[in-house]
């Protein structure tokens, strides 16, 4: 049986701890196409979350930030209504962005209509991440209702474009008062070792999900240009109406639970090789038969579960 590191373009060690490097190898061949037990017609899945996992930072929220930045947004009473909770301020956010809509950004970034108007989109998600995590993936997802499929197809590759050029680092936010200011990260990056197990596992027969609580659009822009196909992106999808995403959400929604209520809906078996780097991941991590894997994102509470679970837990990738 041969062994993928000793094949052309093998797994390469990278920054893998020794023991997780070992485990992946002996799981591709346990289950790939050396495994006497290989069937192409039922081939070994993996699940792998996007954000944090197979990325640095998070796309979903680069795409909310960005459209917020540059006032890409189809508003009517409508979208403040459903989209923006009242008690965080709906009637000054709305105010604010009737302030600076159809204006040149050389016109409006210096006006303090904009800097609340930003800062007051950016707490609304902030808020709602500290509170409940799976509202915050719902609202920023909910910033595409109104644009047409057209629309946020461009948008996402636009997107794209500019977070992968962009150095990975932080940028404060001005306040713009009653409105605070934020921190938040720049630009994206797809993880070195992430997109070597990609190549190894599509070698060796796997078929690879990505599983993540982004918008479904920018995250199948990203697995193309990662070699994956975009029909085995799992994210959060809104309804359409006439051609127009609406702020409903589809179910399952892929946060926590529905990570694997959608995987196992949509794929119909569990993956011998799970990756996830947060709570949110935990159920599609604990579903999986073979090897799950948790990349250490900071997430105390995944992290104790790992270890009661007795799952690998892996820091530091490089970009």
């Known amino acids: 049986m041969n062994d993928p590191m000793n094949e052309v373009g093998g797994l390469a060690l990278g920054a893998w701890r020794p023991e997780i490097h070992a485990a ?104 709602l991440r500290r509170t409940n995590f799976e509202h915050a993936y719902v609202f920023a997802a909910q910033l595409l209702r109104g644009l047409h499929e057209r629309t946020v197809s461009d948008l996402v590759e636009e997107v794209l474009d500019y977070e992968l050029d962009r150095p990975l680092g932080n940028e404060d936010i001005a306040s713009g008062p009653p409105f605070s200011g934020v921190s938040v990260p720049t630009g994206i990056s797809v993880f070195n070792e992430m997109i070597n197990l990609l190549q190894v596992l599509d070698a060796y027969g796997f078929e690879t999900w990505i599983v993540s609580s982004s918008n479904a659009y920018i995250v199948k822009a990203l697995a193309r240009r990662c070699g994956l196909p975009e029909e085995r992106v799992l994210g959060l999808e809104l309804q359409m109406q006439s051609g127009r995403y609406t702020d409903l959400v589809s179910d399952p929604a892929p946060i926590g639970e529905g990570k694997r209520e959608l995987f196992l809906d949509t794929v119909g078996r569990s993956p011998v090789l799970a990756i996830g780097d947060s709570i949110n991941d935990y159920e599609l991590l604990e579903n999986c038969e073979g090897l799950s894997l948790v990349i250490d994102g900071g997430d105390e509470e995944l992290a104790a579960r790992a270890e009661e679970h007795g799952w690998f837990i892996q820091s530091d990738l490089t970009v």
């Open 24 to 127: 992946l190898i002996s799981l591709v061949n346990e289950h790939g196409i050396n495994s006497e037990n290989y069937d192409p017609e039922r081939p070994p899945l993996a699940a792998i979350d996007c954000d944090g996992t197979l990325i640095c930072n998070d796309i979903g929220e680069a795409m909310m930030r960005y459209m917020i930045t540059r006032r890409r947004l189809n508003t009517d009473r409508g979208f403040w209504n459903t989209v923006i909770p009242e008690r965080m301020g709906r009637d000054a956010l709305q105010a604010a962005y009737k302030a600076v809509a159809g204006r040149s950004d050389s016109e409006v970034h210096d006006t303090a209509a904009y800097r609340r108007y930003r800062a007051g989109m950016l707490n609304v998600y902030e808020n």
